[in-house]
């Protein structure tokens, strides 16, 4: 029952370094997504995969990277960070789309701290 | 561009009483609308999913309903219990996103 996997669970970094998070999941799900939730915000989407080679942005992606090279793994990349990427981050993923009904299913999160 | 609202922002209620939490979106071209709970610390867990062509759906003492032309949703709890206190949020599908569209949640707190 591990369903979505995500390591480490806190992590403080200094302004401009660089680090990965990442998120497995053993449910054999296609579509995968990275969020983040800034205290007392909504979650928003940074970015998301639709399968193996497949990435896209989202609402905020700037300061990410993504990759996906297996159905299990969707590591998101920190290359320099900022102070404004403290935040709470989700990995989610699902059998479809948001236009298919599937729900999406959530890691228990990467609590980020910039300093 | 797609907003979910939640109302109210925080909650507290004695513990055996029903209530009704408020989801409102702005756009209606929605395919699903889901509720979440979270619970401090932890992941977001599915609470239900109701597809847009659906008024209602119910799981035990949770009942949540979707009036898409109106930009609504509500999640009802019955009989309310210490073990409910947690972080409710909900989240619309579809819309021209391509992730889920959520509200900033409601703090339900349940006074034992």
């Known amino acids: 029952n591990a369903g979505v996997t995500q390591t480490p669970k806190f992590r403080i970094l200094k302004i401009g370094q660089s680090m990965t998070l990442q998120c497995t999941q053993d449910?054999?799900?296609?579509?995968m997504y990275w969020y983040r939730q800034d205290p007392g915000m909504g979650l928003k989407l940074i970015y998301y995969?639709?399968?193996?080679?497949?990435?896209d942005k989202g609402e905020v992606p700037n300061g990410y990277n993504v990759s996906r090279s297996t159905t299990e793994d969707f590591p998101l990349r920190l290359e320099l960070a900022a102070p404004s990427q403290t935040s709470v981050y989700f990995c989610?993923?699902?059998?479809?789309?948001?236009?298919?009904?599937?729900?999406?299913?959530f890691g228990d999160g990467t609590r980020l701290s910039i300093l | 561009k797609q907003e979910v609202t939640q109302i109210p922002a925080a909650l507290s209620v004695p513990e055996g009483e029903n209530l009704v939490l408020n989801c409102s979106f702005t756009?209606?071209?929605?395919?699903?609308l889901q509720w979440f709970r979270q619970d401090p610390g932890k992941g977001l867990t599915s609470l239900l999913l109701?597809?847009?062509?659906?008024r209602e759906q119910t799981s035990g003492r949770l009942n949540a309903s979707l009036d898409k032309s109106s930009g609504r949703s509500t999640l009802y709890i019955a009989a309310s219990q210490p073990g409910d206190s947690a972080t409710y949020l909900c989240?619309?599908?579809?819309?021209?996103?391509?992730?889920?569209?959520f509200g900033k949640g409601t703090h339900l707190i349940i006074q034992p």
């Open positions: 449910m054999n799900h296609n579509y």
């Open positions: 989240a619309v599908g579809g819309g021209g996103a391509d992730g889920l569209t």
């Open positions: 756009d209606s071209a929605i395919y699903n």
């Open positions: 109701i597809q847009s062509s659906q």
């Open positions: 989610a993923s699902s059998y479809g789309t948001v236009y298919s009904n599937q729900p999406q299913h």
């Open positions: 995969s639709v399968g193996a080679g497949i990435t």
